[in-house]
């Protein structure tokens, strides 16, 4: 037999007992149905993306009631806090369609012509960068209110908070984002290896 020959052989399977492979079976049966239990999280993130459509709703009308009498500085909070809202409820979409398509369930869009290409396609690194570009941009309106709302009471402590915080975030995101390319990087590499 020559060299390239054994290294072609496979070692021979393994018999497992009968019991044994139908306990097997039935714990991975119970293992991978177990993901269903990912489904009750994703319904309640819909329900909080509702309670956050109210505060959303109650927070336009008192803009829109108050904008004729506020300041231009009450004026550009009052648009930074709906904007800051919208965001919130982008990031709510975003953990319950990708979550849901990554740990529950593919979901066919073929039926819902108005479907978003991405909702099918964001794999669990992807919904990491997501998150924290979501989180990223949430606080940064919060430090941006912080700073337009200087004009009432300026709190250096606070204001260095926020911005620490969302510096941190920032660097989180960064390294994140270096390590998912350095991860994929060295599986393109290893592939390549393989094939030669």
């Not at 509702?50 to 004026?75: G, M, Q």
């Not at 919208?86 to 529950?104: D, H, K, M, P, R």
């Amino acid at each position: 037999m020559s060299e390239p020959d054994q290294d072609k052989t496979e070692p021979a399977p393994r018999h497992q007992h009968p019991v044994l492979k139908g306990i097997e079976l039935i714990i991975e049966h119970v293992l991978f149905n177990s993901r269903w239990l990912m489904a009750p999280f994703y319904l309640g993130l819909v329900i909080a993306l509702v309670a956050l459509l109210y505060k959303f709703v109650v927070s336009l009308v008192e803009f829109v009631v108050h904008t004729p009498t506020a300041k231009e500085t009450d004026t550009i909070l009052g648009v930074l806090s709906l904007i800051d809202l919208s965001l919130t409820g982008n990031l709510i979409l975003i953990v319950v369609f990708s979550g849901y398509e990554n740990f529950v369930s593919r979901i066919d869009p073929r039926n819902h012509p108005d479907w978003p290409e991405w909702m099918t396609k964001v794999d669990f690194a992807g919904l990491k960068q997501k998150l924290l570009a979501s989180i990223v941009a949430i606080s940064a309106i919060q430090v941006l209110k912080a700073f337009m709302n200087m004009d009432g009471v300026f709190e250096p402590q606070k204001l260095g908070w926020l911005a620490g915080i969302h510096l941190l975030f920032v660097v989180s995101a960064l390294l994140l984002a270096l390590s998912d390319r350095w991860n994929t990087d060295d599986h393109d590499g290893k592939a390549d290896n393989k094939k030669r």
